[in-house]
């Protein structure tokens, strides 16, 4: 089994970047059962930027509850402090007496760092260093890392090859990258790569406490697929929560009217869980939580002609939408009057004949122009459908016909010199 090994800098608290860049990979490559992870809270590296031994104290505790809360099993992955392990700083010493001033000041990120007004000292220039001696030590066979970050294990491979070949041995397994060319870069406030160091980072508390975790939950579905770059935008998240809102809204005026099921209800609602079900059964998360505004917009709708929607109806919507909004569907669910938790309830069932319809609008046009819309039955025959199709249009039908066409549910045409 392959080595893997990264770290995550305790300089601030953990933003989105940090877990599509980083802890979402760690979690990956953990239950892949292809890796021996060893999974660090870089609190050397983190000197660099950050001074305050409270704040540095804080944020390291904080790290590793996100790692466990992220998915990081210990009994599956190593997860350890940096500075509990002296032998890193030991290695550093020994390894910098092999590294060559110029690798170090060809560094992206040291030249980055300094043009944005770092003070240039010593840990910030011998940083890749320090960090060769955390990959090394270990004997790790990957690191994973992202397209910015490859040079970093280029610099560590290069001090390894010059150690093994000046002392004459083979001492330090040269580490390959695991480039993850479809992860998600995640800009920050002002449109570059969410960094801690850049001061433009999203912090998902201040997103909680503003919002709620079931709106922050769902935005980052909505976004888009996580191999995807997504620009954070915090309208998508308002957005998101003005949904829950309306949903909301819905059930409260809702829950007392003892609304009956009409036939239209139960279609929309069977349509509903058979769209959610396949979305998800796809992984195409987006769209699972588009669809959930998409119906919700109907049913308000419809609301407003019925004066409310059934208790079934608002059930079957909570269940729906409890793995993505787990608080705010429980919620719903005791609204609804339920005493257990949401979660035994079993997942709704549709039935496919209850989602067909039982007439459909459809257009009908002379010489390809639309003249007039009609409804006719879901199954009328080719006949039916011309027959009603040219008795709506029959004053304008003034020429010879030469052709009738109907293309089933879609469209009628008639030709005419």
């Known amino acids: 089994m392959k080595r893997s090994l990264s770290g995550i800098q305790p300089s601030g608290i953990l933003h989105l970047g940090n877990y599509f860049g980083a802890i979402s990979q760690f979690v990956k490559n953990q239950n892949s059962g ?5 999974y660090f809270i870089a609190d050397y590296h983190s000197l660099t930027s950050l001074t305050d031994p409270k704040s540095l104290k804080e944020n390291t505790y904080n790290i590793v509850l996100d790692y466990l809360a992220l998915g990081l099993d210990p009994d599956k992955s190593t997860i350890f402090l940096q500075s509990d392990i002296p032998e890193h700083v030991e290695l550093s010493w020994l390894l910098s007496n092999v590294t060559p001033v110029g690798l170090l000041e060809r560094g992206h990120s040291y030249k980055d760092k300094i043009a944005k007004g770092f003070t240039p ?6 940083y890749p260093v320090l960090m060769a001696a955390d990959i090394l030590i270990y004997d790790t066979d990957i690191v994973p890392v992202g397209k910015d970050q490859k040079q970093h294990l280029e610099m560590t491979r290069d001090i390894a090859m010059k150690f093994n070949q000046q002392y004459g041995v083979e001492l330090f397994k040269l580490p390959d990258p695991l480039i993850m060319d479809d992860l998600a870069v995640i800009p920050g406030t002002d449109g570059q790569k969410m960094s801690k160091s850049k001061g433009n980072v999203v912090s ?3 997103l909680v406490n503003d919002y709620g975790c079931d709106s922050l939950r769902m935005y980052e579905l909505f976004v888009g697929p996580p191999e995807l770059d997504a620009e954070w935008d915090d309208r998508g998240i308002d957005g998101v929560n003005r949904f829950l809102k309306r949903l909301w809204n819905l059930l409260m005026d809702s829950k007392e009217a003892d609304v009956q099921p009409t036939k239209e209800m139960i279609k929309l609602r069977h349509k509903m869980v058979y769209d959610i079900t396949n979305r998800l059964e ?3 998360l987006n769209t699972v939580i588009s669809g959930f505004m998409e119906y919700n917009n109907k049913f308000i709708e419809m609301a407003k002609k019925e004066g409310g929607i059934d208790k079934e109806t608002l ?5 729906l939408l409890s793995p993505f909004a787990p608080h705010f569907a429980e919620e719903m669910w005791e609204q609804l009057g339920h005493g257990e938790t949401i979660f035994k309830a079993g997942w709704p069932s549709y039935d496919e004949s209850a989602m067909k319809d039982d007439e459909i ?15 006719i039955s879901a199954d009328a025959s080719k006949d039916e459908a011309i027959a009603a199709g040219k008795e709506a249009v029959a004053d304008k039908l003034t020429g010879t016909i030469v052709k009738e066409i109907y293309v089933p549910k879609k469209i009628i045409n008639i030709v005419q010199k």
């Open 34 to 38: 292809e890796f021996e992870g060893f």
């Open 121 to 126: 000292n010593a840990g910030l220039m011998t």
């Open 204 to 206: 998902p508390d201040a």
């Open 282 to 284: 796809s992984f195409s």
């Open 315 to 319: 059930e079957t919507i909570a269940v």
């Open 361 to 375: 609008e459809v257009p009908v046009q002379i010489n390809g122009k639309t003249r007039a819309v009609i409804s």
